[in-house]
């Protein structure tokens, strides 16, 4: 099973950027697409947020960030990458990364194996 651990968190202003770092343990990572989500406030379900195929030849982003985000990977680092510009208050959540072994990205939460731990992010205003 991938061990998956996200960091570059933090606390940014409104127009600002940050790059989340997600690391995976194990040799088969490359084999894996693997998904960016976010959590806001408790209560909320997890909102897909960018997804990239195992080849980082396919990426999906959700409406919200498209052209402030940008997901990347590379596999010989077992990592995967969320860069995000022109960040706003409402990008504020716990930001978690999780793998499926669909080839093409799928912006269904539920069809995610495995999941990190999540690292926050807070815009302010």
């Known amino acids: 099973q991938v061990q998956l651990v996200e960091s570059g968190g933090g606390l940014v202003q409104a127009g600002g950027s940050l790059r989340l770092s997600c690391a995976a343990s194990?040799?088969?990572?490359?084999?894996?697409?693997v998904g960016w989500f976010r959590r806001a406030p408790i209560g909320k379900d997890r909102e897909f947020v960018a997804?990239?195929?195992?080849?980082?030849?396919?990426?999906v982003y959700a409406d919200s960030v498209k052209g402030r985000f940008s997901i990347s990977r590379i596999n010989a680092k077992n990592t995967v990458y969320l860069q995000m510009n022109s960040l706003k208050p409402e990008d504020t959540a716990v930001y978690l990364c999780?793998?499926?072994?669909?080839?093409?990205?799928?912006?269904?939460?539920?069809?995610?194996?495995?999941w990190g731990q999540g690292t926050q992010v807070t815009v302010s205003s």
């Open positions: 999780a793998v499926t072994r669909l080839w093409r990205p799928d912006p269904d939460p539920s069809k995610y194996d495995s």
């Open positions: 194990g040799r088969t990572f490359s084999s894996y697409t």
């Open positions: 997804a990239i195929s195992w080849y980082g030849g396919s990426t």
